[in-house]
Protein backbone atom coordinates (compact mmCIF):
# COMPACT_ATOMS: atom_id res chain seq x y z
CA UNK A 1 0.00 0.00 0.00
CA UNK A 2 1.21 3.77 -0.58
CA UNK A 3 2.83 5.40 2.22
CA UNK A 4 0.54 6.97 5.05
CA UNK A 5 0.30 10.88 5.21
CA UNK A 6 3.70 11.31 6.76
CA UNK A 7 4.30 13.53 9.84
CA UNK A 8 5.92 16.92 8.86
CA UNK A 9 9.47 17.42 10.27
CA UNK A 10 9.02 19.05 13.91
CA UNK A 11 11.73 21.80 12.17
CA UNK A 12 9.56 22.32 9.44
CA UNK A 13 6.23 22.76 11.77
CA UNK A 14 8.08 25.05 14.15
CA UNK A 15 9.28 27.12 11.42
CA UNK A 16 5.90 27.73 9.82
CA UNK A 17 4.18 28.55 13.25
CA UNK A 18 6.76 31.37 13.99
CA UNK A 19 6.86 32.50 10.43
CA UNK A 20 3.04 32.60 11.03
CA UNK A 21 3.69 34.91 13.77
CA UNK A 22 6.02 37.15 12.93
CA UNK A 23 3.93 38.10 9.36
CA UNK A 24 0.98 38.45 11.50
CA UNK A 25 2.76 40.75 14.11
CA UNK A 26 4.06 42.46 10.98
CA UNK A 27 1.41 42.84 8.94
CA UNK A 28 0.88 46.49 11.38
CA UNK A 29 1.30 49.33 8.71
CA UNK A 30 2.67 51.65 12.55
CA UNK A 31 5.18 48.97 12.56
CA UNK A 32 3.81 49.41 16.69
CA UNK A 33 6.29 45.80 16.80
CA UNK A 34 8.96 45.75 14.83
CA UNK A 35 11.36 46.14 18.06
CA UNK A 36 9.25 43.24 19.77
CA UNK A 37 9.96 41.11 16.69
CA UNK A 38 13.93 41.95 16.83
CA UNK A 39 13.57 41.30 20.49
CA UNK A 40 12.36 38.15 19.71
CA UNK A 41 14.59 36.65 17.56
CA UNK A 42 17.90 38.46 18.72
CA UNK A 43 19.72 35.19 20.00
CA UNK A 44 18.52 32.61 16.88
CA UNK A 45 21.21 31.65 14.83
CA UNK A 46 21.33 33.16 11.35
CA UNK A 47 19.79 29.81 9.55
CA UNK A 48 16.77 30.21 11.13
CA UNK A 49 16.90 34.02 10.01
CA UNK A 50 17.80 32.57 6.72
CA UNK A 51 14.65 29.93 6.51
CA UNK A 52 11.97 32.47 7.84
CA UNK A 53 13.04 34.62 5.05
CA UNK A 54 12.98 32.03 2.48
CA UNK A 55 9.59 31.21 3.59
CA UNK A 56 8.33 34.44 4.28
CA UNK A 57 9.50 36.25 0.61
CA UNK A 58 8.33 33.60 -1.51
CA UNK A 59 5.10 33.59 0.05
CA UNK A 60 3.15 34.66 -3.60
CA UNK A 61 -0.20 34.70 -1.89
CA UNK A 62 1.32 37.40 0.83
CA UNK A 63 1.13 40.92 0.66
CA UNK A 64 3.90 42.50 -0.34
CA UNK A 65 4.28 45.51 2.29
CA UNK A 66 4.33 42.61 4.78
CA UNK A 67 6.94 40.51 3.09
CA UNK A 68 9.24 43.90 2.70
CA UNK A 69 8.71 44.76 6.52
CA UNK A 70 9.63 41.24 7.25
CA UNK A 71 12.46 41.88 5.05
CA UNK A 72 13.84 45.11 7.13
CA UNK A 73 13.30 42.82 10.56
CA UNK A 74 14.93 39.75 9.79
CA UNK A 75 17.74 40.46 7.56
CA UNK A 76 20.40 40.72 10.02
CA UNK A 77 24.29 41.23 9.45
CA UNK A 78 25.23 38.20 9.54
CA UNK A 79 22.48 36.47 7.14
CA UNK A 80 24.49 34.64 4.45
CA UNK A 81 22.18 33.61 1.87
CA UNK A 82 18.91 35.66 0.32
CA UNK A 83 16.17 35.06 -2.20
CA UNK A 84 14.60 38.76 -2.56
CA UNK A 85 11.12 36.96 -4.09
CA UNK A 86 8.70 38.79 -6.30
CA UNK A 87 7.90 42.88 -5.57
CA UNK A 88 5.89 45.24 -7.07
CA UNK A 89 8.56 48.02 -8.99
CA UNK A 90 7.86 50.74 -6.22
CA UNK A 91 9.55 48.52 -3.46
CA UNK A 92 12.83 47.71 -5.66
CA UNK A 93 14.68 51.39 -4.64
CA UNK A 94 13.67 50.61 -1.05
CA UNK A 95 14.75 47.28 -1.04
CA UNK A 96 18.28 47.48 -2.26
CA UNK A 97 18.46 50.02 0.14
CA UNK A 98 17.92 47.13 2.43
CA UNK A 99 20.22 44.86 1.21
CA UNK A 100 22.79 48.01 1.46
CA UNK A 101 22.34 48.47 4.99
CA UNK A 102 21.56 44.63 6.44
CA UNK A 103 23.15 42.52 4.31
CA UNK A 104 27.02 43.04 4.63
CA UNK A 105 27.86 39.15 5.02
CA UNK A 106 25.95 38.40 2.37
CA UNK A 107 27.37 35.03 0.07
CA UNK A 108 24.46 34.40 -1.97
CA UNK A 109 22.11 36.59 -3.70
CA UNK A 110 19.69 35.93 -5.63
CA UNK A 111 17.50 39.40 -6.89
CA UNK A 112 15.45 37.40 -10.01
CA UNK A 113 12.31 38.69 -8.44
CA UNK A 114 12.94 42.48 -8.34
CA UNK A 115 13.59 44.34 -11.61
CA UNK A 116 16.12 46.83 -10.71
CA UNK A 117 17.96 47.61 -13.82
CA UNK A 118 16.35 50.94 -13.67
CA UNK A 119 18.29 51.30 -11.06
CA UNK A 120 21.84 51.14 -12.01
CA UNK A 121 23.60 53.62 -9.91
CA UNK A 122 22.70 51.59 -6.79
CA UNK A 123 22.84 48.48 -8.29
CA UNK A 124 26.19 49.05 -8.52
CA UNK A 125 26.86 50.48 -4.91
CA UNK A 126 24.90 47.30 -3.44
CA UNK A 127 27.37 45.00 -5.12
CA UNK A 128 30.71 47.03 -4.09
CA UNK A 129 29.63 46.66 -1.01
CA UNK A 130 28.89 43.00 -0.51
CA UNK A 131 32.07 41.92 -0.78
CA UNK A 132 31.51 38.12 0.51
CA UNK A 133 29.30 37.31 -2.23
CA UNK A 134 30.12 33.65 -3.75
CA UNK A 135 26.61 33.82 -5.89
CA UNK A 136 25.41 36.09 -7.79
CA UNK A 137 22.09 35.84 -9.74
CA UNK A 138 20.37 39.15 -11.26
CA UNK A 139 19.34 38.24 -14.93
CA UNK A 140 17.98 40.90 -17.41
CA UNK A 141 20.03 43.94 -15.20
CA UNK A 142 23.58 43.97 -15.39
CA UNK A 143 25.09 47.59 -16.80
CA UNK A 144 28.77 48.04 -17.51
CA UNK A 145 29.02 49.94 -14.12
CA UNK A 146 27.73 46.73 -12.39
CA UNK A 147 30.31 44.43 -14.55
CA UNK A 148 33.07 46.82 -12.85
CA UNK A 149 31.35 46.39 -9.74
CA UNK A 150 31.40 42.52 -9.81
CA UNK A 151 35.24 42.51 -11.11
CA UNK A 152 35.66 43.18 -7.45
CA UNK A 153 34.25 40.63 -6.11
CA UNK A 154 36.83 38.42 -5.16
CA UNK A 155 35.02 35.31 -3.90
CA UNK A 156 32.17 35.25 -6.34
CA UNK A 157 31.97 31.87 -8.11
CA UNK A 158 28.73 31.86 -9.37
CA UNK A 159 27.49 34.96 -12.04
CA UNK A 160 23.70 35.28 -13.40
CA UNK A 161 23.96 37.95 -15.71
CA UNK A 162 21.68 36.22 -19.15
CA UNK A 163 18.94 37.58 -20.67
CA UNK A 164 18.71 40.84 -22.46
CA UNK A 165 21.69 42.33 -21.88
CA UNK A 166 22.51 46.21 -20.48
CA UNK A 167 25.92 46.05 -21.33
CA UNK A 168 27.94 46.61 -23.98
CA UNK A 169 30.79 45.24 -25.80
CA UNK A 170 33.38 47.37 -24.24
CA UNK A 171 31.78 46.38 -20.62
CA UNK A 172 31.62 43.05 -20.89
CA UNK A 173 35.15 42.63 -21.81
CA UNK A 174 36.16 43.65 -18.77
CA UNK A 175 34.55 40.60 -16.72
CA UNK A 176 37.63 38.75 -15.20
CA UNK A 177 37.81 36.32 -12.75
CA UNK A 178 40.55 33.95 -11.66
CA UNK A 179 37.51 32.44 -9.13
CA UNK A 180 34.44 32.28 -11.38
CA UNK A 181 33.31 28.96 -12.15
CA UNK A 182 29.94 29.05 -13.41
CA UNK A 183 28.84 31.86 -15.62
CA UNK A 184 25.00 32.44 -17.30
CA UNK A 185 25.22 34.81 -20.11
CA UNK A 186 23.65 35.48 -23.20
CA UNK A 187 20.05 34.35 -24.58
CA UNK A 188 18.85 31.05 -25.84
CA UNK A 189 19.41 30.10 -29.86
CA UNK A 190 21.41 33.72 -30.29
CA UNK A 191 24.56 34.38 -31.22
CA UNK A 192 25.14 37.80 -29.72
CA UNK A 193 25.15 38.42 -26.22
CA UNK A 194 24.62 42.18 -26.61
CA UNK A 195 22.08 44.08 -28.60
CA UNK A 196 25.36 45.40 -30.59
CA UNK A 197 26.63 43.55 -33.66
CA UNK A 198 30.13 41.33 -33.13
CA UNK A 199 28.93 40.37 -29.36
CA UNK A 200 28.73 36.87 -30.68
CA UNK A 201 31.15 33.57 -30.13
CA UNK A 202 34.57 35.55 -30.24
CA UNK A 203 33.48 38.31 -27.49
CA UNK A 204 32.36 35.05 -25.13
CA UNK A 205 35.86 33.20 -25.88
CA UNK A 206 37.18 36.27 -24.80
CA UNK A 207 35.51 36.21 -21.55
CA UNK A 208 36.04 32.43 -21.47
CA UNK A 209 40.14 33.56 -21.77
CA UNK A 210 39.57 35.68 -18.93
CA UNK A 211 37.70 33.41 -16.38
CA UNK A 212 39.95 30.26 -16.73
CA UNK A 213 38.51 28.62 -14.11
CA UNK A 214 35.00 28.19 -15.77
CA UNK A 215 33.11 25.13 -15.62
CA UNK A 216 30.29 25.78 -17.07
CA UNK A 217 28.50 28.40 -19.41
CA UNK A 218 25.10 28.28 -19.58
CA UNK A 219 22.41 29.42 -21.79
CA UNK A 220 24.49 30.74 -24.24
CA UNK A 221 23.85 27.72 -26.78
CA UNK A 222 27.44 28.66 -29.14
CA UNK A 223 30.03 27.70 -27.17
CA UNK A 224 31.47 25.65 -29.28
CA UNK A 225 32.13 28.16 -32.25
CA UNK A 226 33.72 30.50 -29.16
CA UNK A 227 36.29 27.14 -28.39
CA UNK A 228 36.79 27.19 -32.08
CA UNK A 229 38.38 30.65 -32.20
CA UNK A 230 40.45 29.80 -29.03
CA UNK A 231 41.53 26.84 -30.68
CA UNK A 232 42.70 28.31 -33.81
CA UNK A 233 44.69 30.64 -31.88
CA UNK A 234 46.41 28.56 -29.17
CA UNK A 235 45.65 24.80 -29.56
CA UNK A 236 47.41 23.85 -26.63
CA UNK A 237 45.21 25.92 -24.23
CA UNK A 238 43.42 23.62 -22.42
CA UNK A 239 39.41 24.50 -20.11
CA UNK A 240 38.39 23.26 -17.37
CA UNK A 241 34.80 23.08 -18.67
CA UNK A 242 32.71 20.26 -17.80
CA UNK A 243 29.65 21.49 -19.57
CA UNK A 244 28.91 22.97 -22.76
CA UNK A 245 25.81 23.99 -25.37
CA UNK A 246 26.77 24.30 -29.24
CA UNK A 247 24.39 24.43 -31.71
CA UNK A 248 25.02 23.56 -35.42
CA UNK A 249 28.53 21.99 -34.14
CA UNK A 250 30.73 21.52 -37.15
CA UNK A 251 33.84 19.22 -37.54
CA UNK A 252 35.98 22.09 -36.59
CA UNK A 253 34.19 23.21 -33.86
CA UNK A 254 33.80 19.68 -32.57
CA UNK A 255 37.70 18.99 -32.82
CA UNK A 256 38.23 22.55 -30.41
CA UNK A 257 35.50 20.93 -28.31
CA UNK A 258 37.83 17.45 -27.59
CA UNK A 259 40.69 18.84 -27.86
CA UNK A 260 40.60 22.22 -24.97
CA UNK A 261 38.28 20.66 -23.06
CA UNK A 262 38.66 17.07 -22.14
CA UNK A 263 37.06 17.13 -18.64
CA UNK A 264 33.72 17.32 -20.31
CA UNK A 265 30.60 15.43 -18.49
CA UNK A 266 27.88 17.12 -20.09
CA UNK A 267 27.57 17.91 -23.83
CA UNK A 268 24.04 19.68 -25.00
CA UNK A 269 24.81 19.92 -28.82
CA UNK A 270 21.80 21.20 -31.49
CA UNK A 271 21.71 20.08 -35.15
CA UNK A 272 25.23 19.04 -35.29
CA UNK A 273 27.08 18.34 -38.80
CA UNK A 274 27.63 14.50 -40.35
CA UNK A 275 29.98 12.90 -38.59
CA UNK A 276 30.46 14.89 -35.33
CA UNK A 277 28.67 12.58 -32.83
CA UNK A 278 31.50 10.01 -33.42
CA UNK A 279 33.51 12.34 -32.39
CA UNK A 280 32.49 12.36 -28.94
CA UNK A 281 33.88 8.91 -28.45
CA UNK A 282 37.04 11.26 -27.66
CA UNK A 283 35.41 12.53 -24.58
CA UNK A 284 36.13 9.84 -21.47
CA UNK A 285 34.20 11.67 -18.83
CA UNK A 286 31.02 12.27 -20.87
CA UNK A 287 27.88 10.68 -18.41
CA UNK A 288 25.37 13.14 -19.73
CA UNK A 289 24.26 13.74 -23.67
CA UNK A 290 21.62 15.93 -24.83
CA UNK A 291 21.03 15.74 -28.44
CA UNK A 292 18.66 17.93 -30.50
CA UNK A 293 17.52 16.91 -34.76
CA UNK A 294 20.59 14.98 -34.32
CA UNK A 295 21.53 12.04 -37.02
CA UNK A 296 20.07 8.47 -35.48
CA UNK A 297 22.58 6.03 -37.42
CA UNK A 298 25.39 8.26 -35.83
CA UNK A 299 23.82 8.05 -32.43
CA UNK A 300 23.93 4.34 -32.53
CA UNK A 301 27.43 4.24 -33.51
CA UNK A 302 28.80 6.35 -31.13
CA UNK A 303 26.80 4.71 -28.12
CA UNK A 304 27.94 1.02 -29.89
CA UNK A 305 31.49 2.34 -29.23
CA UNK A 306 31.05 4.58 -25.85
CA UNK A 307 27.51 4.10 -24.55
CA UNK A 308 28.74 1.99 -21.14
CA UNK A 309 29.85 5.12 -19.91
CA UNK A 310 26.34 7.53 -20.49
CA UNK A 311 24.16 7.27 -17.72
CA UNK A 312 21.50 10.71 -18.61
CA UNK A 313 20.60 10.65 -22.69
CA UNK A 314 18.08 13.23 -23.73
CA UNK A 315 16.89 13.23 -27.08
CA UNK A 316 14.36 15.71 -29.19
CA UNK A 317 12.78 16.11 -32.45
CA UNK A 318 13.99 13.35 -34.50
CA UNK A 319 10.71 12.04 -35.99
CA UNK A 320 11.61 10.10 -39.31
CA UNK A 321 13.30 7.56 -37.72
CA UNK A 322 11.99 5.14 -34.75
CA UNK A 323 14.07 4.76 -31.90
CA UNK A 324 14.39 1.52 -30.66
CA UNK A 325 14.40 0.94 -26.90
CA UNK A 326 15.23 -2.49 -26.48
CA UNK A 327 18.46 -1.52 -28.68
CA UNK A 328 19.46 1.33 -26.13
CA UNK A 329 19.13 -1.51 -22.65
CA UNK A 330 21.87 -2.94 -25.07
CA UNK A 331 24.15 -0.33 -25.90
CA UNK A 332 23.98 1.79 -22.47
CA UNK A 333 23.87 -0.87 -19.38
CA UNK A 334 24.09 2.32 -17.05
CA UNK A 335 21.75 4.29 -18.77
CA UNK A 336 19.48 6.04 -15.38
CA UNK A 337 18.06 8.88 -16.72
CA UNK A 338 16.01 8.36 -20.52
CA UNK A 339 14.09 11.25 -21.78
CA UNK A 340 13.00 11.86 -24.75
CA UNK A 341 10.68 15.01 -26.96
CA UNK A 342 8.48 14.76 -30.44
CA UNK A 343 10.22 11.27 -30.96
CA UNK A 344 9.14 8.25 -32.59
CA UNK A 345 9.76 5.23 -30.21
CA UNK A 346 9.23 1.60 -30.60
CA UNK A 347 10.89 -1.55 -29.46
CA UNK A 348 12.33 -4.98 -30.59
CA UNK A 349 12.99 -7.35 -28.24
CA UNK A 350 11.06 -8.01 -25.30
CA UNK A 351 13.82 -9.69 -23.55
CA UNK A 352 15.95 -7.03 -23.21
CA UNK A 353 16.29 -5.09 -19.64
CA UNK A 354 17.13 -1.56 -18.52
CA UNK A 355 18.76 -2.78 -14.97
CA UNK A 356 20.11 0.68 -14.33
CA UNK A 357 17.05 2.81 -15.72
CA UNK A 358 15.52 5.17 -12.92
CA UNK A 359 13.88 8.27 -14.47
CA UNK A 360 11.85 8.20 -17.60
CA UNK A 361 9.92 10.85 -19.50
CA UNK A 362 8.62 10.72 -23.30
CA UNK A 363 6.83 13.53 -24.26
CA UNK A 364 4.82 14.64 -27.26
CA UNK A 365 6.46 11.22 -28.60
CA UNK A 366 4.45 8.97 -31.48
CA UNK A 367 4.05 5.94 -30.08
CA UNK A 368 1.95 2.72 -28.37
CA UNK A 369 0.85 1.79 -25.49
CA UNK A 370 3.16 -1.62 -25.62
CA UNK A 371 6.10 1.06 -25.38
CA UNK A 372 4.89 2.08 -21.91
CA UNK A 373 4.35 -1.41 -21.03
CA UNK A 374 7.82 -2.46 -21.89
CA UNK A 375 9.57 0.48 -19.98
CA UNK A 376 7.43 -0.88 -16.80
CA UNK A 377 7.63 -3.88 -16.95
CA UNK A 378 11.43 -3.99 -17.99
CA UNK A 379 12.89 -1.64 -15.54
CA UNK A 380 13.02 -2.90 -12.32
CA UNK A 381 14.38 -0.06 -10.71
CA UNK A 382 12.44 2.66 -11.70
CA UNK A 383 11.02 5.24 -9.81
CA UNK A 384 9.21 8.17 -12.11
CA UNK A 385 7.97 7.65 -15.25
CA UNK A 386 6.16 10.30 -16.46
CA UNK A 387 4.07 10.40 -20.23
CA UNK A 388 2.70 13.33 -21.55
CA UNK A 389 0.97 11.57 -24.90
CA UNK A 390 -2.15 10.30 -25.57
CA UNK A 391 -2.45 6.84 -24.11
CA UNK A 392 -5.40 4.40 -24.61
CA UNK A 393 -4.52 2.08 -21.32
CA UNK A 394 -7.63 0.95 -19.70
CA UNK A 395 -8.48 -0.41 -15.91
CA UNK A 396 -7.57 -3.86 -17.45
CA UNK A 397 -3.95 -3.14 -18.70
CA UNK A 398 -3.43 -1.46 -15.40
CA UNK A 399 -4.29 -4.71 -13.47
CA UNK A 400 -2.19 -6.84 -15.57
CA UNK A 401 0.57 -4.77 -15.16
CA UNK A 402 0.35 -4.73 -11.56
CA UNK A 403 0.14 -8.61 -11.58
CA UNK A 404 3.02 -9.08 -13.45
CA UNK A 405 5.50 -6.95 -12.20
CA UNK A 406 5.84 -5.52 -8.31
CA UNK A 407 7.04 -2.22 -8.94
CA UNK A 408 8.60 -1.80 -5.90
CA UNK A 409 10.48 0.96 -6.49
CA UNK A 410 8.64 3.19 -8.06
CA UNK A 411 7.58 6.83 -6.66
CA UNK A 412 5.97 8.96 -9.77
CA UNK A 413 3.80 7.69 -12.29
CA UNK A 414 2.63 10.11 -14.63
CA UNK A 415 0.17 9.44 -17.57
CA UNK A 416 -0.85 13.53 -18.71
CA UNK A 417 -4.03 12.25 -20.97
CA UNK A 418 -5.31 8.68 -19.98
CA UNK A 419 -8.98 8.99 -20.84
CA UNK A 420 -9.51 5.21 -20.27
CA UNK A 421 -8.47 4.96 -16.63
CA UNK A 422 -11.08 5.31 -13.83
CA UNK A 423 -10.81 5.56 -9.97
CA UNK A 424 -10.25 1.31 -10.07
CA UNK A 425 -6.22 2.12 -11.70
CA UNK A 426 -5.66 4.57 -9.09
CA UNK A 427 -6.71 2.10 -5.95
CA UNK A 428 -5.40 -0.79 -8.21
CA UNK A 429 -1.28 1.54 -8.56
CA UNK A 430 -1.61 2.75 -4.63
CA UNK A 431 -2.16 -0.87 -3.45
CA UNK A 432 0.37 -2.31 -5.24
CA UNK A 433 3.32 0.28 -5.34
CA UNK A 434 4.52 0.24 -1.82
CA UNK A 435 6.41 3.82 -2.72
CA UNK A 436 4.07 5.57 -4.66
CA UNK A 437 4.67 9.11 -3.61
CA UNK A 438 4.44 12.15 -5.18
CA UNK A 439 4.17 16.11 -6.31
CA UNK A 440 2.67 16.48 -9.87
CA UNK A 441 0.96 19.10 -11.70
CA UNK A 442 -1.62 19.40 -13.97
CA UNK A 443 -5.18 21.92 -14.22
CA UNK A 444 -7.04 21.42 -11.36
CA UNK A 445 -11.18 20.93 -11.77
CA UNK A 446 -13.62 20.97 -8.83
CA UNK A 447 -10.73 22.97 -7.28
CA UNK A 448 -10.12 19.95 -5.66
CA UNK A 449 -6.37 19.71 -4.65
CA UNK A 450 -5.03 16.34 -4.06
CA UNK A 451 -1.74 15.00 -4.31
CA UNK A 452 -1.11 13.04 -7.98
CA UNK A 453 -0.81 9.28 -8.74
CA UNK A 454 -0.43 9.84 -12.89
CA UNK A 455 -3.84 9.37 -13.09
CA UNK A 456 -4.99 13.13 -14.95
CA UNK A 457 -8.21 12.42 -16.98
CA UNK A 458 -11.25 10.05 -16.42
CA UNK A 459 -14.52 9.49 -18.38
CA UNK A 460 -16.90 10.38 -15.33
CA UNK A 461 -14.95 13.28 -13.98
CA UNK A 462 -17.60 13.96 -11.36
CA UNK A 463 -17.76 10.60 -10.26
CA UNK A 464 -14.45 9.49 -10.22
CA UNK A 465 -13.48 12.66 -8.30
CA UNK A 466 -15.74 11.16 -5.86
CA UNK A 467 -14.51 7.71 -5.68
CA UNK A 468 -11.10 8.79 -5.14
CA UNK A 469 -11.70 11.67 -2.46
CA UNK A 470 -13.03 8.67 -0.52
CA UNK A 471 -10.21 6.44 -1.04
CA UNK A 472 -8.19 8.94 -0.05
CA UNK A 473 -9.75 9.55 2.51
CA UNK A 474 -10.25 6.45 4.27
CA UNK A 475 -6.71 5.26 4.15
CA UNK A 476 -5.11 8.74 4.56
CA UNK A 477 -2.81 8.25 2.05
CA UNK A 478 0.21 10.27 0.93
CA UNK A 479 -0.60 10.60 -2.83
CA UNK A 480 -1.84 13.58 -4.74
CA UNK A 481 -4.21 13.38 -7.95
CA UNK A 482 -4.84 15.93 -10.54
CA UNK A 483 -8.35 15.55 -12.51
CA UNK A 484 -8.26 17.03 -16.26
CA UNK A 485 -11.21 16.68 -18.39
CA UNK A 486 -11.15 15.19 -21.72
Known sequence: MSPKQPVL?????????????VTYALSDDEGKYYEVVQEYLADATYEVLQDLLRMIL??????AGIRFSCLEVLLREDVKKLDTGIFPWFYYEKILKTLKERGKRLQQLNLKGVWVRDYPEELTDLIENLP????????????????????????????????????????????????LQ??????????????EEDSGPELVAHIMMNCPN?????????????????????PSYRTKLKYIHDTGTT?????????????????????????????????????????????????????????????VLKLSRVKDVSLDLSLLCSLIPNLVTLECFQMKL???????????LQNVEFLYCDMSDDVIRFVLMNSPFLKRMVVG?????????????????????????????????????????????PNLKVKAAGRRTQETEFLYTGYSRTRKDLEDASAIYETITRYKLNVKIYFEKS
Open 9 to 21: PLSYMCLKMISNQ
Open 58 to 63: NCITLD
Open 132 to 179: NLRTLIMPHMAGDEVIEAVCSLKYLTILDICGEACYTVEGIRKLSSDR
Open 182 to 195: VLDIGNFGKRDICQ
Open 214 to 234: LRSVKTYSYTGSSLQIIYEKN
Open 251 to 311: LNSMEAITTLCPDLETVHLESPDDEVLGKLSKLRKLHTLKLVKYSAPELTGYLRCSGSQIQ
Open 346 to 356: TYSDSSSYFMS
Open 389 to 433: CVILMTDGDIFRLCAECDFSNLEELWFSCAKWLTATSVELLMGHC
